[in-house]
């Protein structure tokens, strides 16, 4: 009777949010959070060591959120936070939110039925607008470094979204420097049934100086 009770307690979907410094930007995803239409969720708001009081920002808001948790960690990077979200995680389903991005108010809705109507699906990625300069929609090819490949030819690792388990089996975000989620589809594919879909309700902004395919740019 108690495990029954505890598991009508836990949320259906765990949306994990890692973050660095954006303090300055994470207004806009906190609040695309807020707007959804699908509310069995919650918020797993990762920091990976920031230094710019974003937790003055966030801790305010959890206290009068349930559904909300903050963990906090010495830099590590993307892929080790969105790790950690995942094992600290509390529903089946998951998915991620970048700091400097949005969902739309059906996101998590059209992702929740899609599951719900196809349990064969494991994982599915995509569903999502790209907002800014048309210039910055293009980034280095992780299979040919020597060139480039536009944004709607990959996997956008914040879309991705399905089964926890899955994830965990799967190992995980590989640790690399760069386009983990290219090396952790390669893996889902292989074990397990990945669907891309096309509603496009994440909105996911190419503009910030510090997105990370940003800095691998002026790196090369």
């Keep these: 009777m108690i495990s029954a009770t ?4 836990l949320p259906l ?28 969720f919650e918020l797993l708001i990762v920091d ?3 230094t710019d ?14 559904n909300w948790r903050y963990l906090k960690h010495a830099n590590r990077r993307l892929a080790w936070t969105r790790n950690i979200g995942l094992f600290a995680a509390l529903a089946k389903l998951v998915t991620f939110l970048d700091s ?10 059209l992702r929740v039925d899609f599951m719900t109507q196809h349990p064969e699906v494991d994982i599915i990625h995509g569903g999502y607008e ?20 536009h944004l709607n030819d990959c996997c956008l690792g914040a879309t991705l979204f399905g089964k926890k388990d899955v994830f965990l ?10 386009s983990s989620e290219y090396y952790l589809l ?15 309700t994440y909105r996911y902004h190419t503009e910030s100086e510090d997105r990370l395919c940003r800095r691998q740019e002026n790196q090369a």
């Excluded at 505890?6 to 307690?9: A, C, E, K």
């Design 169 to 178: 089996q799967a190992g995980g975000f590989p640790l690399v420097n760069f």
């Design 53 to 66: 009081g974003l937790e003055e920002r966030v801790i305010p808001e959890i206290l009068h959120r349930p």
């Design 130 to 149: 790209l907002i800014g300069p048309e210039e910055y929609h293009w980034v280095r090819d992780v299979r040919h470094p020597a060139r480039k490949i």
């Design 6 to 9: 505890m598991n009508q307690m």
């Design 186 to 200: 390669q893996q889902l594919e292989k074990r397990f049934c990945v669907k891309r879909v096309f509603f496009s």
């Design 100 to 109: 400097d991005d949005e969902y739309l108010p059906e996101h998590l809705a």
């Design 13 to 40: 979907v765990s949306v994990i949010l890692p973050v660095f410094n954006r303090r300055y930007v994470i207004e806009r995803a906190l609040n695309s959070v807020i707007a959804q239409t699908f509310q069995d």
């Design 48 to 50: 990976d060591g920031s």
